[in-house]
């Protein structure tokens, strides 16, 4: 996403390929969050992955990365298992997610 000064806002990284994509990186710029800005980019990605007929979105996140996983949440990612000492500096398991496309409806 950009503003109108061409100013990169957010933006989503996704290994998109057959029945289930993998969200790798999410990053909003610090001077717009809490706007809305992530969800309206789920809210695209996810909306992008459904035309596209996916199954499932995995992603994986930092165990005390809680705005990440607030976010996952209450796109109704689940938690389905967990990673432990994956990521380093510092030490921290990871917690990973899906999201099943099968019986949901997605905001438009």
Partial sequence: MRAAGRTLLAFVVAACGGPEW???NISVDAHVRRR???TRLMSEFLGLARQRQVEAILLEVRETN?????????WAFAP???RRRYYT???E???L???DFNGLLIKD
């Fill in 36 to 38: 809305g800005v992530a």
């Fill in 93 to 95: 398991d990871a917690i």
């Fill in 22 to 24: 993998e969200i790798e």
């Fill in 89 to 91: 500096c510092p030490s």
């Fill in 80 to 82: 389905v298992g967990r």
């Fill in 66 to 74: 809680l705005p990440a996983r607030q976010l996952y949440e209450k």
């Fill in 97 to 99: 997610y899906r999201f």
